[in-house]
């Protein structure tokens, strides 16, 4: 949080993008496929990353739909000021991560 309000004061031109997906998607994956997805601590309740940021004063979006992403990047990009993108990503252990294999 300290971070936003630094880029703020001094209006540094970064552009934020975060991954938002409610869970420890690395560690859910690896539990999914070696724990026979007995999931531990790894779940959690959506953070409105954009609205935390715009109360700091950041210009912020929040993209649920992938075609809106280039656009979005664009838009941030282009603003002067900091910006954050909160980007709502589907959860990482829906995909075909090979974490388990990774981690030994």
Known sequence: ????????????PLAIIVFSNAAYGWIKASQKTGYDARYFSVDFSRT????????????????????????????????DGPTLIDVISQPLEETAVPVSQWMG
């Open 1 to 12: 949080m300290g971070e936003l309000e630094t880029v703020v004061r001094k209006q540094i």
């Open 48 to 79: 409105d990353h954009a609205r935390i940021a715009a109360a700091y004063g950041l210009k912020t979006w929040t993209v649920e739909d992938p075609s809106e992403i280039e656009a979005v990047v664009r838009a941030a990009v282009a603003h």
